[in-house]
């Protein structure tokens, strides 16, 4: 069957260090992968997308990778902030009609 | 600019009842995309409209119905209310169809308890 997974359901990092969610998926063969930032009561917020040809994307203090052979895909925070801490949505985009599938998100903690 | 806008923020059903949702993109878009989420089920997709006919549509029973006006405006409605329809009721825009490498601008969203 057709899975996207994140990993964990919380993940908490100290402020400074990076912090590295993961996007697995099974079954799909996405052209593109996005990551959205959710913070409580509100929607989400686009961050990044990354095409299948390409194997890193970068953004300030973002960096995702895309591994169609793994089929995985890392998103980092490096020097990560108690800003940072949200719940992280990684979508798969597949199809001709550019479908978007959602994971169900990683809660990110920076703790001070 | 402003963003996308959703009417009403709250909504307190009960069960049979029908509701309707609203949804203002951002000025020139001409998609929108309506999503459900719940924190067993995450985000899933409804349907997508472009140029007022309906696009996509994702795996929900045709209670689930939606409609796009001239002015891109967008309005979804869910009829005879079940419990598990509660839900936050996202709704995205975008200039272009699909959403796939076109930027989608979420609203804050609609929350709907179904008591």
């Known amino acids: 069957s057709q899975k996207i997974e994140q990993n964990s359901e919380a993940l908490n990092i100290q402020e400074g260090k990076t912090a590295t969610l993961t996007c697995n998926y099974t079954?799909?063969?996405?052209?593109?992968l996005q990551w959205y930032r959710q913070d409580p009561g509100r929607g989400p917020v686009f961050l990044l997308l990354?095409?299948?040809?390409?194997k890193e994307k970068r953004k300030e203090r973002l960096k995702v990778t895309f591994d169609t052979t793994l089929k995985q895909s890392l998103f980092h925070i490096t020097a990560s902030q108690p800003a940072d801490s949200a719940t992280y949505l990684c979508?798969?985009?597949?199809?001709?009609?550019?479908?978007?599938?959602f994971g169900k998100g990683t809660r990110l903690h920076i703790l001070p | 600019k402003a963003g996308v806008t959703q009417t009403p923020r709250y909504l307190i059903k009960t069960r049979g009842q029908q509701v309707t949702l609203s949804c203002s993109p951002i000025?020139?878009?001409?998609?929108v995309s309506w999503y459900q989420q719940t924190p067993g089920q995450g985000l899933q997709f409804l349907f997508e409209?472009?140029?007022?006919?309906?696009?996509n549509k994702g795996n929900f029973p045709g209670r689930f119905s939606g409609r796009q006006f001239s002015n891109s405006r967008s309005e979804m409605n869910v009829s005879t209310l079940e419990l598990g329809d509660s839900a936050l009721y996202l709704c995205?825009?975008?200039?272009?169809?699909?959403?796939?490498?076109?930027?989608?601008?979420f609203g804050p969203g609609t929350r709907l308890t179904v008591l």
């Open positions: 995205a825009s975008s200039w272009a169809l699909g959403g796939g490498t076109d930027t989608q601008y």
């Open positions: 079954n799909y063969s996405p052209a593109y």
């Open positions: 990354i095409r299948e040809n390409e």
């Open positions: 979508a798969l985009v597949i199809g001709l009609d550019d479908k978007i599938i």
């Open positions: 000025s020139g878009h001409r998609s």
């Open positions: 409209y472009f140029s007022e006919t309906q696009r």
